[in-house]
């Protein structure tokens, strides 16, 4: 049986299913670590817990291991490189397919999925890439040193014909016997995944980290010849604003590198279906979330959807992985496709316990993730060394699914989730989170900030002032006032305040648009703020005010409307502290637009999604050192109790006030709390026994108290 007909479009990042959207739930599973012999069962023990699609890598080196012989796909030299069967076992299964072909897939595979052959090591003609120093930049490759460990091999730059003329043998291959065949509507593959978290994994890094090469600047000399065509200079402690358009240059040839590529790759795999990527978070390094931000414009892609990854931490732990994460959900509308199930041993011990896993997808969901992913939904242990060398078996070490086909207990929250949002999933997803203000930030600003390398909230004139580093400040404020916010790219031609406060469409009278300045600012962008003033917003400028364009031109818009208009419509705020300014700033702006739910009681996160038909749904993500007792009260007046344990997650759906269903966690492991999960609004209640998952409608007892 397939159910690929049900999967009828994408719009707006969400998924329509039976012509209805909501939230896209998917698990991984690595084909190619298993026995095809498993593969049946393992599919049918994910559509148990209820997810829509399977994910799943297809490895370049698994499937073309020589040069000389043709892409496998089909089984043809081995049954394990049979990825034709395996779509069609997840068809039989009721499953969907979104196929990840690389080229580069990371998943802790030789040389990160790529073939040997396609190295410099072994083909003098590829060119590596390289950072600002002239340095390769390197992955562990398929040979151990005498040490033991992985020698590290040259990654092959992305723009040097040679590889880039194998890499599309490989996508034309990838879509001739695989994808288009079995795409829907008649087939089950609903999605194709280009790349990884960037291109090499390399998403989060700085802007002089790649890619250096001969190709790489070649290309970058054809999109700023007017500049000469050269790249900034290395970044240094004491740098200083002596080449502002050099930077800006290369923050725009990074970002066009990035949509050149997803473009031509989408193109050469042909496929129906949209095409998706998965982005990293940006990476806690001076300057790193200036890079992403410079380099990640979505709108760039020409269809191709945004995605991101998790893998920054145990949010619930550490405050600068969830200001990270939280940017990451926040910047376009798209699945989180890597969301942590599965892995404690390689990477965090807390993600042993499902609680973990729990509390960043409800997080990414409420920050305005249209989906998310089981990574990795199937433990396996049945790979060859040509494949993997480096890690233990089982991978991963904790899945929902275990290595012998068990569900594990992971499993039950995993159902749990999905089945609230096969409950309320349309619902969800046709309302709107409500948030106090917008983030507004220019790109080729955040381009050259990135290069400051200065102490944060250390402001100098010498330096391009804060971009990145005021949104990461600005979080943290906001946390302190309870607000939520959305992000506005200032050069995305497709959205505007309204759309990234939440809004499906229009203009919201008042909402707040904070944004970060610099003294260059072109007619254009300069213009979109003063309309949005116009039409009834309010603007906090932080920074430099503006008075210039790229090319020295003087331009004086903002500064027209900052004397026309009051100080309660607009403000400008030159503290030259980053820290203080955001402070400042969320003060300003909980005073104009108060958090439209706020937690008045416990130590913990809350977010609202406003649905149609006077339904609300609340997550609520309790921190490490909370649990206990959550008290929220909302603007609509009403008032919720909760019960949950330290890290834990709720959601909770109010109609009218009243609660009439709720997922809430009654236990963490990893941290040491457990309790008697149980929610309370509008004179019901909702409980589950000590320890237990609260999931409302089908388990847990329900009574009318004192209102």
Request: proline share 8%.
């Amino acid at each position: 049986m397939s159910t690929s007909s049900q999967i009828s479009a994408v719009r707006g990042g969400w998924f329509f299913r039976d012509g209805r959207p909501r939230p896209f739930v998917t698990a991984d599973y690595p084909y190619y670590r298993d026995d095809p012999k498993n593969w049946s069962d393992r599919l049918a023990a994910l559509a148990r817990l209820r997810v829509d699609a399977v994910t799943t890598y297809v490895p370049w080196r698994h499937h073309q291991p020589l040069a000389q012989r043709s892409p496998d796909l089909t089984g043809r030299t081995d049954p394990r490189r049979d990825a034709v069967r395996f779509v069609r076992l997840a068809a039989a299964a009721g499953l969907s397919v979104v196929v990840k072909p690389g080229p580069f897939i990371h998943a802790e595979t030789n040389y990160g999925g790529l073939p040997d052959w396609v190295s410099p090591v072994y083909d003098s003609r590829i060119q590596p890439v390289l950072d600002a120093s002239g340095a390769p930049r390197t992955w562990s490759g398929s040979q151990r040193g005498p040490d033991g460990e992985p020698v590290d091999w040259p990654l092959p730059a992305p723009l040097c014909p040679v590889f880039d003329e194998l890499v599309l043998s490989w996508l034309r291959a990838v879509g001739e016997q695989l994808v288009r065949p079995h795409s829907a509507p008649d087939g089950p593959i609903v999605a194709v995944q280009i790349a990884n978290e960037g291109i090499y994994t390399d998403g989060a890094l700085g802007l002089w980290s790649m890619d250096f090469s001969a190709s790489a600047l070649a290309a970058h000399h054809r999109l700023h010849a007017p500049l000469g065509g050269r790249p900034p200079s290395c970044p240094a402690a004491d740098a200083t604003e002596v080449e502002p358009l050099h930077r800006v240059a290369w923050g725009h040839t990074q970002a066009e590198r990035f949509a050149e590529l997803f473009r031509r790759w989408s193109a050469t795999v042909g496929a129906a279906v949209p095409t998706v990527v998965n982005l990293n978070p940006p990476a806690a390094d001076p300057g790193a979330l200036d890079s992403w931000l410079a380099r990640t414009q979505p709108w760039r892609w020409a269809g191709v959807r945004y995605g991101f990854t998790n893998w920054v931490g145990p949010v619930a732990e550490n405050d600068e992985s969830r200001a990270r994460y939280v940017i990451a959900a926040k910047l376009a509308p798209g699945c989180n496709y890597e969301e942590n199930w599965g892995f404690s041993v390689l990477y965090e011990k807390a993600f042993a316990d499902p609680a973990t896993c729990l509390h960043q997808t409800v997080l990414a969901l409420a920050c305005g993730a249209t989906g998310y992913n089981l990574y990795t939904g199937v433990a396996t242990s049945a790979w060859g060394s040509d494949l993997d060398s480096f890690h233990d078996r089982p991978y991963p070490d904790c899945a929902p699914i275990g290595v012998n086909g068990e569900e594990t207990e992971k499993a039950a929250t995993a159902r749990a989730l999905a089945d609230y949002l096969r409950r309320h999933g349309t619902e969800w997803s046709t309302g709107h989170p409500v948030r106090s203000a917008v983030i507004g930030y220019w790109a080729p600003h955040a381009a050259a900030a990135a290069w400051n390398a200065r102490p944060a909230g250390r402001g100098s004139h010498a330096t391009v002032p804060a971009c990145g580093e005021f949104l990461r400040a600005w979080h943290d404020a906001a946390r302190m006032y309870q607000l939520d916010f959305g992000l506005w790219d200032l050069d995305d031609p497709d959205t505007d305040p309204a759309d990234a406060a939440g809004r499906a469409s229009g203009r919201v009278t008042g909402i707040p648009l904070v944004v970060p300045t610099w003294r260059y600012l072109p007619r254009p962008q300069q213009r979109l703020l003063a309309s949005h003033v116009a039409e009834g917003g309010r603007l906090i400028l932080v920074g430099e005010m503006p008075s210039f364009d790229l090319h020295g031109r003087s331009c004086l818009l903002l500064d027209d409307v900052i004397r026309s208009a009051g100080p309660d419509r607009v403000l400008h705020c030159s503290d030259p502290s980053t820290v203080d300014a955001a402070v400042v700033t969320a003060r300003r702006v909980a005073k104009w637009a108060p958090p439209a739910a706020r937690v008045v009681e416990g130590d913990a996160d809350v977010y609202l999604r406003r649905c149609p038909g006077e339904v609300d749904h609340l997550a609520v993500l309790a921190n490490a050192g909370g649990g206990g007792t959550v008290r929220i009260e909302t603007t609509m007046s009403h008032s919720v109790t909760l019960d949950l344990c330290a890290g834990g997650a709720a959601l909770v759906r109010l109609a009218d006030g009243v609660v009439t269903d709720a997922l809430v966690t009654g236990r963490n492991g990893h941290l040491g709390s457990s309790i008697a999960p149980s929610v309370t609004a509008g004179g019901v209640r909702f409980t589950a026994p000590h320890g237990k998952l609260l999931n409302a409608m089908p388990t847990t007892r329900c009574q009318h108290v004192p209102t």
